[in-house]
């Protein structure tokens, strides 16, 4: 069955340094997502990505995030200067075009120090 | 009203029991509706999407109610591997928009 993978599993970084989380999406889907979970909470959106630019993004995803998708295959989500409050899983999904129903990763989990 | 509510739990059930979860979602242009599953410290899985009409997938039974704009899922059966977090995920709103979850109510299954 085909899988989205993202690497890496986990990252511990430290507060203010930049870190970049990576997706491989299903090879036919259009649609990317970024979401996060904070521990306990519920999985929140934070970006769609489709057509090779950003199609929606929430209160979340300000200055410090973006996305990129640079070698069409590969979806980065990139945190400029980490805060201890982005600790979270994040999860990286994708859709097939004319379906709604997101696959997601296995998640990173980041832990800002 | 919040997007999207569950009964939070946890529900503690016996092996074999028939279990409920609940849904209410605030935006009734949404237009798609779905159920995952999700383990401790995992990605969510989609367990079933939800129609209109009703649809069942052996033990699972998922409804929806536009009216009442709300919708279920139905175990029956329970068994020890369905202990998890079952999340309900409605679409913003119409169209290809964002998937919102709720935070999900927890089933725990004893023997």
């Known amino acids: 069955e085909p899988e989205v993978t993202q690497t890496p599993s986990h990252q511990v970084t430290q507060m203010g340094q930049e870190v970049i989380l990576r997706c491989v999406p299903i090879s036919n889907h259009l649609y990317f997502y970024w979401y996060r979970q904070i521990l306990g909470q519920k999985v929140e959106f934070l970006v769609s990505?489709?057509?090779?630019?950003?199609?929606?993004k929430s209160e979340i995803f300000d200055d410090q995030f973006s996305v990129e998708r640079p070698d069409g295959s590969n979806f980065t989500l990139k945190i400029r200067s980490t805060k201890l409050e982005d600790s979270a899983m994040y999860f990286c999904a994708s859709v097939a075009e004319g379906t709604y129903g997101y696959t997601f990763g296995s998640g990173t989990r980041l832990t800002v120090v | 009203r919040k997007e999207v509510e569950q009964d939070p739990g946890p529900f503690n059930v016996p092996e074999g029991a028939t279990v409920a979860f609940n849904c209410t979602y605030s935006n009734s242009a949404s237009q798609s509706f779905f159920w995952y599953r999700q383990d401790c410290r995992k990605e969510p899985k989609l367990l079933m999407s939800?129609?209109?009409s009703g649809n069942e997938d052996g033990r699972f039974t998922a409804q929806l109610n536009r009216a009442s704009q709300y919708i279920s899922l139905l175990i029956r059966d329970s068994k020890l591997s369905d202990s998890a977090t079952y999340l309900c995920?409605?679409?913003?709103?119409?169209?290809?928009?964002?998937?919102?979850f709720g935070k999900g109510t927890r089933l725990s299954v004893i023997a």
């Open positions: 939800v129609y209109s």
């Open positions: 995920a409605v679409n913003r709103d119409s169209g290809n928009t964002p998937l919102v």
């Open positions: 990505f489709y057509n090779n630019e950003i199609s929606e």
